[in-house]
């Protein structure tokens, strides 16, 4: 599997250079000068639809909520609370709500504004050198004509700006149940690992309490003794460090949870029936389904439709207005009928001078998109490295548990038979105590492969995730 997935990134890798969709520089100049907003080539579907037709149907797909794939009543429960309590995902959905608000702001600056205007005034009239003052109360309207289509850029911006803000969310959130799973299992296999080092830590007592005896008797050094009350130092100490990667563990996940309290894990032991793998997938499908890569093709969108705005700044805008009050012209302290005015007329506006305002914006704007492809680039090739990297580790955690698997049989097989030799006599109780050890470091091997099983079987499907 490792050699194929490798086999279609570079495939792939290939297309999209040949394409020209990792453009540089150059070809964003090209669109920058045409005088309509090119919207950046951000679906690769667009690309490949007609160049690739999948040949292996799915053995098993990623579903939104890929984490109820692990049969898991309790790590379900805890990625629903993470879901609805994450500070995190908390930021990222009043993130996603301003986006939205300013798309609606972008909307509006193309439709007409009416206002309300009063006005109260007093003026000296210099040859009379009487006060005159005037009251006028009315309505006044104006809207800008997109001639050139500014506005337009605009809220095209702000739709793409809100939609990769909606992909950031579905990215956060892809990520918060990762990481609680991740941790989770973390937890699981250190409650085991714990268990097992605490029959570790006893046999080495029991090592060292017939050490001693022989030692009284003769029949052994002072040698053997300092062994093995050193290895029972080790193991204290390695049962010590465990408890604190446990305690640590808790605190993560109650981080993520969104709460000041511990959870609650209670014993479990970590189940052995892995999920399936994600079926095959062509790399288009899985750059279509990630969010992170999905967010900055629409932030280069974005940045495209803003070069595009800062451009139109050079051209001519037009804008109709109309007012109509009713207003009251006496001298001081007379009185005066009221009368109605109405206006309505037409303005041009050609930017001549401006101290090189516009053009500043323009080259930013433009440095910015040319950011934003390079990040959509980097984006694109990170997708597809995490996923080769991701099938790479699950089929090397196969391998390494499958081995330690056999490796734990072996040891429990051994230390049944030093069980029966001792019993005939043949062995005395020191070898015993060491194939039980033995048995049991092998036993924490296992438990530790168990455990990186999972946490591939998770990068797995965060690497496949869509959105939840």
């Not at 300013?102 to 193309?110: F, S, T």
């Not at 969108?301 to 451009?311: E, I, S």
């Not at 001078?353 to 390079?374: F, Q, T, V």
């Amino acid at each position: 599997m490792k050699k194929h997935c490798s086999t279609i990134v570079t495939s792939c890798l290939r297309l999209l250079l040949a394409t020209g969709l990792l453009c540089g520089g150059a070809n964003l100049a090209l669109c920058h000068a045409r005088s309509e907003p090119v919207r950046a080539v951000t679906t690769i579907t667009a690309i490949t639809a007609h160049a690739h037709e999948k040949t292996t149907a799915d053995q098993h797909k990623v579903t939104d909520r890929w984490w109820q794939d692990f049969a898991d009543v309790h790590l379900n429960q805890l990625i629903e609370s993470a879901l609805a309590a994450n500070h995190d995902l908390g930021i990222a959905t009043a993130r996603l709500e301003q986006a939205r608000a300013l798309v609606d702001g972008a909307n509006a600056e193309r439709r007409p504004r009416l206002d309300a205007v009063a006005t109260a005034q007093r003026s000296r009239d210099g040859a009379a050198s009487t006060m005159l003052d005037r009251t006028a109360l009315g309505l006044r309207a104006a809207w800008e004509v997109d001639v050139f289509g500014r506005a337009a850029a605009g809220v095209s911006a702000a739709k793409a700006e809100a939609e990769s803000a909606r992909h950031a969310w579905e990215a956060s959130r892809i990520v918060l149940a990762a990481d609680v799973a991740t941790t989770y299992f973390e937890l699981r296999t250190l409650e085991q690992r714990q268990d097992v080092l605490s029959e570790v830590i006893s046999i080495a007592q029991r090592q060292l309490e017939v050490s001693l005896r022989k030692l009284e008797a003769g029949s052994a050094s002072s040698l053997d003794a300092e062994r093995w009350r050193a290895e029972l130092a080790q193991e204290q100490a390695s049962k010590a460090q465990l408890d604190g990667q446990y305690q640590s563990g808790l605190h993560r996940l109650s981080i993520l949870l969104g709460s000041s309290q511990l959870p609650v894990l209670g014993k479990q032991q970590i189940s052995m029936n892995f999920p399936a793998a994600p079926g095959t997938m062509l790399p288009i499908e899985w750059l279509e389904r990630r969010p992170d890569v999905q967010r900055q093709a629409r932030a280069l969108d974005a940045a495209l439709a803003r070069a595009g705005v800062a451009r139109r700044e050079l051209y001519p805008s037009l804008q109709i207005s109309w007012s109509g009050a009713r207003e009251r012209l006496a001298e001081k302290g007379a009185s005066a009928a009221p009368g109605f005015a109405l206006g309505y007329g037409l303005s041009l506006n050609l930017p001549i001078l401006d101290g090189g305002r516009i053009r500043s914006n323009i080259e930013l704007h433009d440095a910015r998109a040319k950011e934003a492809m390079s990040e959509y680039e980097k984006a694109m090739l990170t997708a597809l490295v995490d996923v080769d990297s991701r099938l790479s580790l699950w089929s090397a955690t196969g391998v390494a548990l499958e081995q330690w698997q056999g490796a734990s049989i072996a040891a429990e097989l051994a230390s049944r038979h030093a069980a029966r030799l001792y019993e005939a006599g043949v062995t005395d109780l020191s070898a015993v105590l060491d194939a039980r050890r033995a048995q049991f470091k092998s036993r924490d091997a296992l438990v530790q492969a168990t455990g990186a099983r999972w946490e591939a079987a998770i990068g797995l499907r965060r690497a496949f995730a869509g959105s939840l």
